[in-house]
């Protein structure tokens, strides 16, 4: 049981591509709200994104990236809460970790994206 649970991660983390795709679809199907099922996929898909570009990083360079992963995304839940004070004047925590997650998740897709295209220019060309 537990190596069908590796296995499935392991499918998650190396393609999560596709698996956002299928969760969209997925949530989609079930809200029946295109903007919430967006929301949705963006919500439960950043820490795979954020885990899938810490592995892609780690096969790529050989060294692992966590700490500075860690330390970029407490510097960007602080510009969250720095720009909703600048705007507001009033911080709501739950609003910015919300705007937090979402920019997370797109600059980790991108990120990932970005890293996949390098991985296999370099392994294509530089190998």
Not at 13 to 41: G, N, V
Not at 46 to 75: G, K, M, N, Q, T
Request: charged content about 15%; some cysteine.
């Amino acid at each position: 049981m537990s190596d069908i649970f590796a296995f499935c991660i392991a499918i998650i983390l190396t393609l999560p591509l596709p698996f956002l795709i299928i969760f969209y679809l997925c949530a989609r199907k079930w809200s029946r709200h295109k903007l919430k099922a967006l929301h949705r996929t963006a919500n439960f898909t950043a820490p795979i994104f954020i885990l899938a570009s810490h592995v892609l990083l780690i096969v790529l360079f050989e060294r692992s990236f966590f700490p500075i992963i860690v330390i970029f995304l407490l510097l960007l839940l602080g510009l969250s809460l720095v720009a909703q004070y600048k705007l507001n004047e009033e911080v709501r925590l739950i609003r910015a970790f919300k705007g937090f997650w979402r920019v997370s998740f797109l600059l980790f897709m991108f990120f990932y994206m970005g890293l996949s295209v390098f991985g296999l220019i370099d392994r294509l060309f530089f190998s």
